[in-house]
């Protein structure tokens, strides 16, 4: 049982260049989130997505792109990168309950340059 | 909004030490409380849970209880090892609002030394 897969782990860019991650989870999990993880600032909501061809802006949703064509599947795209998205990024899956929490991916360490 | 409040800054004790870090919410309706651990290099892990008032989620040696009387959720645990270095993040969940999207606090590194 896989859970919560992100692809790719590392990543370099060069500033402009474009790039997508990918999640996909095997749970059946309605929502999916994608979050950042900064040095001092805690986990930071990017978009997010309560079922299958609906998204949905979080906290700091500028630069990024999201998708979700299959319930499975949650792809976070950068169109033109800069150096302030270096980070750590994660995805993360739960059912509709409240109080199932979340699973997490092992998360996306991505550097711009 | 729906927020929750670590402890500042790191936490630094040695092996077999008592550990505490604490955790306070805010929130509009009765949120489910949660404890997540983060290892070095790796995602977030669900380390345990309560979904009610004066309920005790456990799981590993660790311990937090709900307290809705001072909005509280600290965790604990008795003897910590050096394989408990780790990063902690107190998060809720507030059906109130139809959604079940995490709050979660900033997090306590804890190093532990042998």
């Known amino acids: 049982n896989a859970g919560v897969t992100q692809t790719p782990k590392f990543r370099v860019l060069k500033t402009g260049q474009s790039m997508t991650l990918l999640c996909a989870q095997d749970m059946n999990h309605e929502y999916m989130y994608w979050y950042r993880q900064d040095p001092g600032m805690g986990l930071r909501l990017i978009h997010y997505s309560v079922g299958e061809g609906t998204t949905a802006k979080g906290e700091v949703p500028d630069g990024y792109n999201v998708s979700r064509l299959k319930k499975q599947n949650f792809l976070l795209g950068l169109e033109s990168a800069a150096p302030s998205q270096t980070s750590v990024y994660f995805c993360?899956?739960?059912?509709?309950?409240?109080?199932?929490?979340?699973?997490f991916g092992s998360g996306t360490r991505l550097t711009v340059v | 909004g729906d927020s929750v409040t670590q402890m500042e800054g790191p936490v630094t004790l040695s092996e077999e030490a008592f550990l505490t870090i604490n955790c306070t919410y805010t929130a509009t309706g009765y949120p489910s409380l949660f404890w997540y651990v983060q290892y070095p290099g790796e995602g977030l892990q669900l380390l345990l849970k309560?979904?009610?008032?004066?309920d005790k989620g456990s799981n590993k040696g660790f311990e937090a209880t709900y307290r809705k009387e001072t909005t509280s959720f600290h965790l604990e645990k008795g003897s910590v090892q050096v394989s408990d270095s780790a990063v902690y993040f107190c998060?809720?969940?507030?059906?109130?609002?139809?959604?079940?999207?995490?709050?979660f606090g900033k997090g306590n590194q804890v190093v532990v030394i042998p």
């Open positions: 993360a899956s739960s059912p509709w309950r409240p109080d199932y929490g979340y699973t």
């Open positions: 998060a809720l969940s507030d059906s109130y609002y139809g959604n079940n999207r995490l709050a």
């Open positions: 309560a979904t009610k008032a004066d």
